[in-house]
């Protein structure tokens, strides 16, 4: 039997980040298309899709994860590849990609650090409303 093969864009999140959290439901409000399908670093799932590209889940999540077309992006360039993808003005942040990826990821990896600090975190991943599950993968992998 053939396995089931992932979705064309994925973004995969820590679960227990309020900010995550938040930037996720940003998302799936300017892609209305909802070409963008989502999992937290969190899930078997995760581990299913980072495999294959070498990488290992971390027990704390430090980056935004974005798979685009069988390729791993992460960090800031996740953040702005995935902002090229959104309706209205967000889109134009793409721009910032000319940006020396070092010094932007500076600014990711910043935030990232603190976000716990700024923003809170779960106990546990939140679950989507019924409204919402539709754009998340399984937590468990096929």
């Given at each position: 039997m053939p396995?089931?093969?992932?979705?064309?864009?994925?973004?995969?999140f820590d679960g227990v980040c309020n900010l995550c959290n938040g930037t996720v439901l940003f998302?799936?409000?300017?892609?209305?298309?909802?070409?963008?399908?989502?999992?937290a670093l969190q899930s078997q799932r995760a581990?299913?899709?980072?495999?294959?590209?070498g990488v290992v889940p971390k027990e704390e999540p430090d980056?935004?994860?974005?798979?685009?077309?069988?390729?791993?992006?992460?960090?800031?360039?996740?953040a702005?590849?995935?902002a090229r993808m959104l309706k209205g003005p967000w889109r134009?942040?793409?721009a910032f990609i000319v940006v020396p990826r070092p010094l932007r990821d500076l600014v990711y990896r910043t935030i990232a650090r603190n976000r716990y600090r700024w923003f809170?975190?779960?106990?546990q991943c939140r679950i989507p409303t019924p409204e919402l599950r539709a754009r998340f993968l399984p937590e468990t992998a096929p």
């Open positions: 396995r089931a093969q992932p979705p064309d864009t994925v973004v995969l998302i799936i409000d300017r892609d209305p298309d909802a070409r963008i399908r989502f999992t581990a299913a899709l980072l495999a294959p590209h980056s935004f994860v974005l798979l685009q077309d069988g390729k791993l992006y992460e960090r800031s360039t996740a702005l590849r995935v134009f942040l793409y809170g975190r779960e106990a």
